[in-house]
DNA sequence: AAGACCTGCAACCGCGGCTTA
DNA sequence: CTAAGCCGCGGTTGCAGGTCT
């Protein structure tokens, strides 16, 4: 399929912008809104391509962005989501406010990689012992982490809870369902929905095998303060045993869950 | 002091997915 | 159904500033 490259017009500016251009466009983003970047540069007059005011848009301008001094918790972050994810730079980024793909993507290739790196050859070498990070007091998981089992049933008595010890119940005021995260047998921490009709069998859960190294909050950086919308927003509607997930959630991203769908079967 | 080398980061490039005509 | 166009993503490049020799 023929495409016309993006920036093939001659006479435009390239490389680092100007404090004007950035002055210019974000001036007219801020006027008119993200969206349309071929049109952007010609209406405001700015002799860049569209993929160029839009890269720095995102990566600079914006105003929510946070720059340098990635904490420690962010790194530890991108770590075991990296572990998870893999160079979907994105999705990472969805679960670092105000970060960006390309800064994450920077800080792996020129930090990170290293770091996890040498981390892996010290547990080759020590396997009894944990590598603590000099500058962080969290410390960096090795272990891999996988998600072992994946349920979204909308037929959730085809479910059989397993033997497992309630971490915590949860009660939501406004909902009469108990949601309990459970620490299983082998070594998962499970979420569950037990829906409040004196039907313990009923329940829809979503299973992470984390390698005995933390909990899906920890992993995730989230506190699950309403796993209600996690299970109302997400388990909405599934054909045969799968639930399609619908819309992204405080909890769980919507590519989040799509990875558990993908990687955990039925 | 100066050149070589290294590092971090902004920006570019090409590709693939999605939408539109 | 297909071609064309747009957008977003990930890999890569190139430059500027810092460090080393």
Redesign the pocket.
Known sequence: ???????SSTGL?????TASEDKILSDYIKLHGE????EHPVKAGLKRC???C???WL??LKPDIK??NISCDEEDLIIRLHKLLG?????IAGRLPGRT???I???W???LAKKVHENENFQEENPKKMKINKECVNEIRTKAMRCSRTHFSPHPQQMEPPRSNVVENIQDPGNPNTCRLIETADDAFMFYNHENNNNESSFMGVGVNMGGSGNLSGFFNVEFSDPFNLINDQMVKGDDDHTVCSTPTQGFSKEIMEHFTSIGGK
């Open positions: 399929m023929g495409r016309s490259p993006c920036c500016n390239r490389g680092s912008w969206g349309k970047w071929r569209g993929k160029s839009r890269l720095r990566n600079y720059r340098g160079n979907r730079w994105s999705l793909d390309n800064e993507k920077n800080y290739n020129t930090t």
